[in-house]
Each structure stands twice: as C-alpha cells, then as structure tokens.
C-alpha cells in the first residue's frame, strides 16, 4: 500500500518544508472540543510529519502518530524530537490497524483521534464505529482540513495552476481530497451513524505564497514517480512562473474545517446505570 501513496523520498522534505502547518487556534480548538487535560492520549491517523501530532503532544500526556509511510514517520519523529517532544510514538499503520491499537491501548482509554487531511485515503464507515468504544465520554474524532488543494482555490493564479498542473500531468486534477462538501457530508453522516454528536468548527487565515512556496507545494502532493528529477526542477518552476499571472505573490485564504463528532453520555445509559445500582 505504501507504494502507492507515493509520500517517500525528496516528496517528505517538501511536505515537510512546505506544507501549511496548523495555526494555534485549530489546536486550541481540538483541546477545548474535547477537554483534553494532561491526563489524556490522542492518536494522530495519517499524521504525516506530525502538523497535529507535535502541536497536540505539548497539551495531553501521550500522542500517538500513525502513518503507513515509514519516510514520513521518520521525519516525524526527528522534527517532533527537534521541539522537545518526548511524549509521542509513531507506528507504522493504517485506519485498518487501529482495532489492533484499540486492544493494546483499552477500552475508553483515548481522549481524541485527530485525522488532519487524510481521512480521503481512508474507510470512516469502517473505521468510526472501531473508534466508539475506545474514546472515553466526552473525547471524539476530530476530522480537519487545511484549506483546499492549492489548484482548486477561487483566484486566477490557482485557475492557472490548475490548467497548467493537467496539461503536464496529463490528468485532471477536480479530486478535492476530502475538502468538498460531498465528502464531508459523507464524514459527517458515518459519524452519527457510528454515535457521535457531531457539530462544525472553522478557523480562518491568510497566507502569501512565494514562486519557491507554491512549487514546494505542488511537489509535496506528487507522488514521488511523478516528481521532477532534480535538474530538471529549475526548469519547472520556470514554466510553471511563466504559466501563472505576473505576480511576486500569490495569496490565499485558508478556511480549516473540523469535523467534531463527541462521544456523549446519553440520559437514558445514564438512567440505565443508575438504575444497576
Ligand atoms: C496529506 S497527508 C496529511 C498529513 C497531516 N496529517 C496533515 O494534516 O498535514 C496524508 C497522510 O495520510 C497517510 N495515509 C494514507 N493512507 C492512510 C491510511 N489508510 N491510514 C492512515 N494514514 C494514511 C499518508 O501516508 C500521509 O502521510
């Protein structure tokens, strides 16, 4: 499967270097969503090189990052090591290993599962109702976006990415990655489904993207067969300067959205318990 996913090599330096990280207030969101204390352990699905997984390790007792890209994990790790983090593990896996993970942690014992733009790779109908029953009442899976693909923003500059991306590619690039509203609709409905109340959080932001940011971009989301080989990179992102409007910088406006689905004690369990007594 690793294969596949195409996050090996020079792809994990520019994901690392380039992608947009989490700001602040997305953290502090997740925390207060689910009132996670020292006490608690979170688990970052598809953590990449940890965007959530390191901001998130400073505020609970233990974080738990899982990936299937050995590469990106280790990169994970090292920068997670490199700001003091000494409370992660990484392991190697996917959504289909967390019932694995599930046994080895206990029942109730997670306070939140995070998956910060990566739940498209994934099966949330199979995967949400394994998470259920280890969160403990009152922690619940958080499902964020980061924005929307760099090609697939309402600006000329990312209409001309967009246009100048398909024809080099060959393919089209309309696939949103989980960012559009039929998805996470779809994420929305296997929440509650699998019994969670689930609400909607945003947080926005704006950033300014020089010719180097926007390229690192872009070879961050290739799969590391479809990347430039490196002398010819220079010459990439010179015919990707002469495709784009004649600007130094390009901005954007990023909206985060969090899927927030809580795992409550219903009045009747509460009754029923009490009733036990
Ligand atoms: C776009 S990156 C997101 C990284 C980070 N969470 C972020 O918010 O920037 C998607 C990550 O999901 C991982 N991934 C792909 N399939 C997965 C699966 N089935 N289970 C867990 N992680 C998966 C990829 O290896 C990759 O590191």
Redesign the pocket.
Known sequence: MAQE?G?RGDVVDYYHRY?RGYPAAVIDALVAAFALTRDDTVV??????G??TTPIAHRVRAVVG????PD?LTRARSAAAERGVGNATWMI????DLPALGALLGMGALGAVTV???LH??RPDELFPTLFPLLRTGGGVAV?T?GTPLWLQDTDWSRALRRWLEAWLDKDLGYACGTDADSQLRYREALTVSGFDVREQHVEYAADLDLEHLVGGVYSALPVDRLPPPDQRPRFAEQLRHALPPEDRFAEHIRVTMLLGTKVQHQATELTGLRGK
């Open positions: 996913l996050f992608r970052d699905l598809g953590c990449g090189t965007q959530l899982v990936d299937p890209e990106m896996g996917t959504d289909a910060g733009q990566a790779w994934m964020v980061n």
